[in-house]
């Protein structure tokens, strides 16, 4: 995982950390996914990244768990 840094930074760097992290959000607020993985959202990836993570794969799930953003009930294969 890239960590922020101000000079180096590029939004494109931390996407997909802010995906697992709007999910974990998501599960933890009770909140229904299809509202985060709308139709139209994420380019059109939305469908294909809601069915990963109710199938259970976790994309980049471990990075912020590494980075001590989460704590999970089970620790996420490498």
């Known amino acids: 995982m890239a960590f922020?840094?101000?000079?180096?930074?590029?939004m494109a760097d931390f996407i997909i950390e802010a995906i697992a992290w709007s999910w974990a959000a998501v599960?933890?607020?009770g909140i229904g996914p299809e509202i985060l993985f709308h139709n139209k959202g994420y380019r059109g990836g939305a469908q294909g990244l809601l069915f990963n993570y109710r199938m259970g794969v976790y994309i980049d799930i471990?990075?912020?768990?590494d980075a001590g953003w989460l704590r999970p009930t089970i620790k996420p294969r490498s």
Do not use: G, L, M, Q
């Not at 471990?62 to 768990?65: A, E, G, P, Q, S």
């Open 27 to 29: 599960v933890a607020f």
């Open 4 to 10: 922020y840094n101000p000079t180096t930074a590029k």
């Open 62 to 65: 471990k990075d912020i768990v």
